[in-house]
């Protein structure tokens, strides 16, 4: 998994609502890309919810919000609209970003071995190297965490 200091792997990938987002064109902007394993779970539900209700306070510090998973812009959209989402969620289908930025691998889950998303989150800077990393994200209090650091910067 990449770290602090890291460049952050530059992507293209489509984003809900028509369109695509480049990572390198977002810069000077802080970015925040947060990584999570399925649409409309539980887990993936509460994190969405939680940067969904902070991302007035991410945009009034600069930064950028962007949720990545591998589902698809067709379940992205319904997910938003079934939840009342609001950040853009990226879909990274064929899991080359997820790959990039060493998220994806093996996991285990009630007894079984199985190949997914681990959730983390980056902080990138405006010059496009990591500037925090969060592996193995634990989901309470995590968005939150994430705006603190990015009001540091």
Known sequence: ?????DTAPDFTLPVTGGGEVTLSALHPA???????PRDDT???TK????????LPEFEAAGAKVFGISKDSI???????AKKSLTVPLL???DGDVCER?????EKKMYGKTFMGITRATF???????IVRAWPKVKVPGHAEEVLEAVKAL
């Open 101 to 105: 930025y060493g998220v994806w691998g």
């Open 74 to 80: 067709a379940s992205h959209d319904k997910f938003m």
């Open 47 to 54: 994190e969405n919810e939680a940067f969904t209700a902070l």
């Open 30 to 36: 802080p970015v925040v890309l947060f990584f999570y």
């Open 91 to 93: 879909s990274d289908e």
């Open 42 to 44: 539980s887990g993936c």
């Open 1 to 5: 998994m990449l770290d602090t200091a």
């Open 123 to 129: 902080l990138i800077g405006g010059d496009g190297r």
